[in-house]
């Protein structure tokens, strides 16, 4: 007769061999990197968020990623624990994932004991000054300039660290975050998405997907009790009513070749969820010009309709963006709808009017002229040989905010975020605008 004791230890044997995870070849990275590791060339434009990534009951691929402090994550030896792995893309600059960082702290308190959760920090979405990968285009967002969080696209490891450090000194992020590898090698393979998660079940299968964590369909919270065989309350009701207000203008004015953006909030002030459909009724633009919506996420300028969750008691900000190219003047007709109420329902106008700059053309200005510091937090001053007096400052819709005289001047008065400024010469504009950061 078989001794019990061996044959406990042979049915523990038997277990891990069945937890042995099973992965595809690792896909980087090796050694700790450099800081002055340059960052591989990011692609122009990335495909549609909703067509990337890997597919449900894929065996993942392993990996090996650093977090700020040199020390390493590797799927495989968090797989050996025998809890599921929870991994989330992230960047500062997506006000996306800053806005589901309450879901992931509460995912950590909740699940901690059973789950591995870790964020893997990818390329910038919405980089200032430089190109989205997303969008082919510069498209900061009026998101981020209103909070200041204008950064960038790193083009070495240690910048990337850089930004990350600055995430992490501003916000409380419960889950560990490893930064993606020079070239970008878990963002490539698993993405490219700015926010998406993928459930690792412990035999190293993908369970679940998300193009967006956490998203209309995609209940984190009932797909992790589900791999975890635990209760499930899947499903969501909608009703509720919504109301749109704009905050902005309905005409903007811009600069040629700048974001024009127009504003509006949308309110649920109802106990229950609203499920709001938004969508671009008319579209009139002039030639190179494209447009997008922008509320829960920021979408592609080819969508042109979005389904939106507002929650029970909340308020939701909606961005139409105008990307001009030349001047001109672009409308749009925004149609917004509750899907449970047909009667609930709201057409706003948004006109961009893009025009050249005023006065002299600063290429052909010899003299140059730069503000310093920049970013400001408080005093601002003229550089250089050109004749200037003084400077107009506007917000990045075009509206002046005011007028200042001198080449030295306190800009105390100024709330956070960025600024096109534009040289003045005895109460005249004389030259293209500057872009000024206001900390």
Known sequence: MRSPILGLCACLAWGSALAQPDLLPSIGIGALPSDNDPICTLPF??????????????QAADFNLYDI?????????????????????????????????PVINDVVANYGSQLTTIIVYTPEAHPYQDISPYFGAV????????????????????????VL????????????????????EWWNYYGPQPNNAYLIDTDGSIFRHHDWLHRNDDDIYCDIDSLLGLPTNCGQTFGGSFTVQ??????????????????????????????????????????????SLCADVCYLPDVDTAL?????????DFYYYFYTTGAGTGFTRVGF???????????????????????????????????????AQSIITIVGDA???????TDMQGREVVRLYGRSNDLSMLARGVYLVKPLRQGEVIGAARRLVKE
């Open 165 to 184: 450090q600055a995430m992490l000194d501003s916000m409380q992020i419960d889950a560990p975050i490893y930064l993606d590898g020079p070239c970008n």
């Open 246 to 291: 704009l905050m902005s203008n309905d005409t903007i004015w811009g600069d040629a070749g700048t974001t024009i953006t127009g504003h509006a909030l949308l309110t649920n002030p109802t106990s229950i969820d609203c499920l709001v459909r938004i969508v671009k009724l008319q579209v009139n633009m002039p030639s190179g010009w494209t447009s």
């Open 139 to 162: 498209n900061t967002g009026q998101t981020n300039i209103n909070a200041g969080i204008l950064y960038e696209q790193p083009e070495t490891y240690g910048e990337r660290k850089a």
């Open 337 to 375: 709808r509750n899907e449970s109420d047909f009667n609930n329902g709201f057409q706003r106008n948004f006109w961009a009017v893009a025009s050249e700059a005023n006065g002299i053309d600063e290429t052909r200005d010899t003299r140059s002229w730069w503000l310093a510091p920049n970013p």
């Open 69 to 101: 402090d040199g020390d390493a994550f590797n799927l495989e030896s968090a797989l050996l624990l025998g809890k599921p792995v929870l991994m989330i893309s992230s960047s500062y600059t997506c006000p996306v994932f800053r806005d589901k960082v």
């Open 387 to 393: 004749n200037i007096d003084g400077l107009q400052i």
């Open 308 to 316: 939106v969750e507002l929650p029970a008691n909340s308020t939701m």
């Open 45 to 58: 434009q990335t495909p549609p968020i909703t067509s990337c990534g890997r597919p449900e009951g894929e």
